[in-house]
């Protein structure tokens, strides 16, 4: 290009220009534009040599491309330059609109700076414009937009003709610098959304892949997964269920869907299942099947949640844990029964009767002298008189169950059931405590039973008792164990009381009937333990069958059996007892062979303010006055 200043512009020079702006655009990357940048200073605007620096994000500036020389390119290509070294460059010399001209008689001081240079060595001017070797002439390129943001600079060196550039070739090296600061600015825009493509793509296609491995993993899992939906009117509705879950529940994916888990969840598990869906978390509950049943299932929830919107939607793993639960209820239920029986044992017995009993107001007090007011109401081990004679003030109870313990005496009772006569057990006076014909409640078990007929009126079932006090024991039903059954707490407890003394005050309480075996030791050691094991569960199987489904019938240890029996009076107590001992009686059938146990009752009654050892102490008390009170035959003879 010319570097004459006269206003007329060859037609040729202007083409070369157009060609070589148009050209930068062409370019598909960003070390293409800059090359191109070079390339066209030395082809269209007359330069020997031209340099593109380009600003890092480090602010330095680097070497980005060369045109004009093969060995100048191989040296500085890809050096760096200090900011500040570029910084003082552009601020020396004339400016020239945007350019900075560094005549060579200021530029020696920049030989040995930092900023990459080629130059060479070459005599003064001979005339005032002429182009010295050491002469610097630099383009600033800013970002477009009106700012002052620097991306790069273009040196030049060595312009055709051997002069300085004029008016026009400045105008045309600044305008071509504008030009290049575009198309490295949209260079870079191609460029940043290329690699945002590239990104976005690689992001899809792990998007995708997460979401097909989701997708395998949700329906091929071996328990069961659900989505269901949060929030609005349809809160809780199942969306998504895979085929495990449809197994599960013996339901199909479409007929689950118009569910949602409060539907189907066992209605006193829905708190559970409501704080579980709010807060996320884990919950053991039961889900209802296609035939109505229950299963029990451990819920595992996962709130997804939209970072814009809030919780979106549940994930939710289900799995099945009714095995786990059986073995859990069966572990349960041999710790606390007997292994041979079948029946609760002492710990389960003692806990049931814990449950019943606790220390009243003025608990010391009451613990001084409740089992004393017991045996007060129920004639003591001793009788109030030595010979038991009177109104039955000194026998079982206050009632009249029998004369005065010892000596035997002679005082109103009920008729014996040990009399030979075999008159049956009926309420009319009888002699009391003693073997005669009619003794009271402890002498009166003995004898033989073969005449035994009912006088009194039948043993009428009565409505069972709502459990023992404390409301998680309702849970235990006879022997079993049904942990759906536990209601809520109660709010209060329900003092346990013994009935009053007269048996015709309607009076009921918690009766405590202790049961022990007589004659079997002897058939243990005749026969042997499989024997005596096989009466002991026919007798456990005797007293089950004698009692209210609501009563607990527990073996101590050994043969010791106790019957806990809530909501009676006195004389249901002692109905009761001669049931379960006129069940017990009847021959045995073991091994073709038939064996015979008796069995001594006593009857204690349970009282808050006592302790259950207390309790169980009186029942075993009475149950001893009662079983010296009649001779090893008679006992035997049951």
């Known amino acids: 290009m010319e570097t004459e200043s006269e206003p007329y512009v060859r037609l040729a020079t202007l083409r070369q220009l157009h060609d070589v702006v148009g050209e930068l655009n062409t370019a598909r990357s960003l070390a293409d534009t800059l090359q191109t940048v070079a390339d066209g200073i030395v082809k269209g605007l007359g330069y020997e040599l031209a340099c593109v620096n380009l600003v890092q994000p480090d602010g330095d500036l680097v070497v980005a491309a060369f045109a004009g020389n093969a060995a100048a390119e191989a040296l500085i290509t890809g050096r760096v330059g200090a900011r500040a070294s570029w910084e003082r460059r552009l601020s020396m010399g004339e400016t020239w609109g945007e350019l900075r001209y560094i005549p060579h008689t200021e530029g020696w001081i920049l030989l040995d700076d930092d900023v990459p240079q080629w130059y060479t060595e070459g005599p003064d001017p001979r005339f005032e414009d002429e182009w010295h070797p050491q002469d610097r002439l630099y383009a600033p390129m800013y970002a477009p937009g009106g700012g002052r943001e620097l991306l790069g600079v273009i040196s030049v060196d060595r312009p055709r003709g051997g002069r300085r550039p004029g008016p026009w070739g400045r105008e045309a090296l600044q305008m071509y610098a504008s030009q290049a600061a575009i198309a490295i600015s949209n260079a870079r825009l191609r460029a940043n959304m290329q690699r945002a493509l590239v990104r976005l793509e690689r992001e899809q296609q792990a998007l995708r892949a997460s979401e097909e491995s989701f997708r395998q993993a949700f329906e091929y899992a071996p328990s069961g997964m659900a989505i269901a939906e949060m929030g609005g009117d349809q809160h809780g509705r199942l969306l998504r269920t895979n085929d495990a879950l449809c197994r599960l529940l013996g339901r199909s994916a479409s007929a689950i869907r118009r569910y949602s888990f409060s539907d189907l969840v066992h209605p006193e598990d829905i708190g559970t299942l409501l704080?579980?869906?709010?807060?996320?978390?884990?919950?053991?509950?039961?889900?209802?099947?296609?035939?109505?049943?229950?299963?029990?299932?451990?819920?595992?929830?996962?709130?997804v949640a939209d970072t814009t919107d809030g919780p979106r939607f549940l994930l939710t793993h289900v799995e099945d844990i009714e095995e786990r639960k059986r073995n859990e209820l069966q572990l349960a239920h041999r710790a606390s029964h007997d292994s041979l029986t079948g029946l609760p044992n002492s710990a389960e017995l003692r806990a049931r009767l814990s449950a019943r009993l606790c220390e009243r107001p003025n608990a010391i007090s009451v613990r001084e002298t409740a089992v004393q007011a017991v045996d007060k109401a129920y004639g003591g081990y001793e009788g109030d008189n030595g010979n038991g004679a009177g109104n039955g003030a000194g026998g079982y109870d206050e009632a009249g169950y029998g004369g005065g313990v010892v000596p035997y005496g002679q005082g109103p009772g009920y008729g014996g059931y040990n009399g030979t006569s075999g008159a049956g057990?009926?309420?009319?006076?009888?002699?009391?405590?003693?073997?005669?014909?009619?003794?009271?409640?402890?002498?009166?078990?003995?004898?033989?039973?073969?005449?035994?007929?009912?006088?009194?009126?039948?043993?009428?079932?009565?409505?069972?008792?709502?459990s023992y006090g404390d409301p998680a024991e309702r849970a235990f039903q006879g022997d079993g164990f049904d942990p759906s059954a536990a209601p809520a707490p109660l709010d209060h407890h329900v003092h346990t009381v013994a009935p009053g003394a007269d048996p015709d005050d309607g009076s009921k309480g918690l009766a405590v009937l202790f049961c022990d075996l007589d004659g079997f030791k002897s058939i243990n050691d005749r026969f042997g333990h499989n024997t005596g094991d096989a009466v002991l569960i026919e007798v456990a199987r005797r007293l089950n069958t004698g009692v209210r489904d609501g009563d607990t019938v527990a073996r101590l240890g050994g043969d010791e059996f106790v019957v806990l029996a809530d909501g009676l009076g006195a004389t249901d107590a002692a109905d009761l007892a001669v049931r379960l001992r006129n069940a017990i009686i009847p021959p045995i059938r073991v091994d073709g062979r038939a064996v015979r146990v008796g069995a001594s009752f006593g009857i204690g009654w349970a009282s808050c303010g006592m302790t259950v050892e207390e309790v169980l102490k009186s029942a075993d008390q009475r149950m001893y006055i009662e079983k010296r009170s009649r001779s090893k035959v008679q006992r035997r003879a049951g």
Do not use: F, I, K, Q
């Not at 978390?281 to 709130?303: C, F, I, K, M, P």
């Not at 009888?430 to 009194?456: D, I, K, L, S």
């Open 275 to 303: 704080r579980t869906s709010a807060e996320g978390g884990r919950a053991e509950l039961r889900l209802a099947r296609r035939d109505n049943s229950y299963v029990w299932v451990s819920l595992r929830n996962s709130v």
């Open 425 to 466: 057990y009926a309420p009319v006076p009888a002699p009391g405590y003693g073997p005669g014909t009619g003794g009271g409640y402890g002498g009166g078990y003995g004898g033989a039973v073969e005449g035994y007929e009912p006088g009194y009126e039948p043993y009428e079932p009565y409505e069972p008792y709502d």
